[in-house]
């Protein structure tokens, strides 16, 4: 008989463990099933996220941040630092360790919550069973009265640039150079090509972006895009839009890759190439046909709001699912999944997922955007300050940027917040909670905030929907 559970999860990324752990609290008997390997070929929790993709991404670009200030940062502040070097080892060293001690953290808190886990590829055979392949000639089979897919995703391969060992390579070769690439390139200017971009950049690579779209961002404010264009040319991305790429052939250890643009067709030579043109969902070997599981057009599968997919007692939560790739809003599905199997009330609020680009300056954005309030024709109104005018911002000589809010013009109900400077990801936070709560732009201007902090812009940005703000002069005509 197979072994039975309460929950079977599939997938231990940050939802599925996120889901793992929040039905075990709910005092359920939970399974969670996954195939990730660490680079000894060990089982490791904790899916793309923490193994190759946020987690990695954010030490290094910590790390070479860092390596870039102290080369030329640190000047302006009185700290005179010389002979500075790069030790890029010891650097990925450390980003390992960071990954390693998380991805351990998870497998102590599976123990402190009894949740089974179980080593190997995951199948939905029925919508009760799941069948766990793990080299051997037999898949185990286990059961369970819910069974939650979170199996998430990986990145998109396209046939003019096959990956090919560590000289063509997708976002998780990226994170393991061994030294740094001359010249290096990346297909996409999105998120994930716009971070290793910058991380190559700072220490040392002459990068170069081909971008497919003709505009930059265009799920960001547009206001936002320009100035990040802008100000990412000047730190020596080269990023040229409206550049698809044909073909790559490696030649003599470097890559000449073929694109075309509005002016004709290029050639560009590199030492590495990143391909960074997306993700698709993992769903490809999840299901057997017999289960009849929903997708739709584009690999997905269908849920409703409550992420329940069309087979009774079967979810499927984050990037299998509709809605943005992030880990923050797969881990908030999977404890609103979990709290409905106990037969709680939960939901998830669509509309305020933040999303971030840890760019420097950083990127941060909730809500609608002002060219999303144009095309529905929302009458809105717009408060920006620039960080240029903060005290704090000045004091960290971090005075790139802005914050933008967006109010409805008739009930002043703040619509969309967008930053561009420094600890965006850390103040989009406060907007968000505003937002959750129903708050108006003068709600926001009537808050005490604590001076002088990074956040005072954000009070700034709300005054000035009013045209109220104070540390920031504009032309006012008298009536």
Known sequence: MPERFDVIIIGAGPAGYVAAIRCAQLGMKTACVDKWLDGNQQPVLGGTCLNAGCIPSKALLESSEIYEQSLEGYAAHGVDISGVKLDLSAMMARKDKVVAELTQ??????????????????????????????????????????????????????????????????????????????????IGAGIIGLELGSVWRRLGSEVILLEAQEAFLMMADQQISRDALREFGRQG?????????????????????????ASGSHQEKVDR?????????????????????????????????????????????????????????????????????????????YDLIPSVIYTHPEIAWVGKTEQALKAEDIPYRAGVFPFAANGRARALGETTGFIKVLSHAATDRVLGAHIMGPQASELIACATVAMEFGASSEDLALTVFAHPTLSESLHEAALDVEGQAIHVAKIRTKK
């Open 105 to 186: 953290g998870i497998a102590q808190l599976f123990r402190a919550n009894g949740i089974t886990f179980c080593r190997g590829h995951g199948k939905l055979i029925s919508s009760r069973q799941v069948s766990i392949e793990n080299g051997g000639s037999q898949a185990r089979i286990i059961e369970a009265s819910h069974i939650i897919l979170a199996p998430g995703s990986s990145p998109v391969e396209i046939p003019a640039a096959p990956l090919e060992g560590d000289i063509i390579v997708d976002s998780s070769g990226a994170l393991n150079f061994t030294k740094v690439p001359g010249r290096l390139g990346v």
């Open 237 to 261: 991305l080269d990023i040229r839009l409206g550049a698809r790429v044909l073909s790559s052939q490696i030649k003599r250890g470097k890559v000449e890759v073929q694109y075309e643009d």
């Open 273 to 349: 190439l990143i391909v960074a043109v997306g993700r698709m969902p993992n769903t490809d070997k999840l299901f057997t046909a017999e289960t009849g599981l929903a997708l739709n057009e584009w690999g997905y599968i269908h849920v409703d709001d409550q992420c329940r997919t069309n087979l009774p007692g079967v979810y499927a939560i984050g990037d299998v699912v509709r809605g943005p790739m992030l880990a923050h809003k797969g881990s908030r599905e999977g404890v609103m999944v979990a709290e409905l199997i106990a037969g709680q009330a939960a939901s998830v609020n």
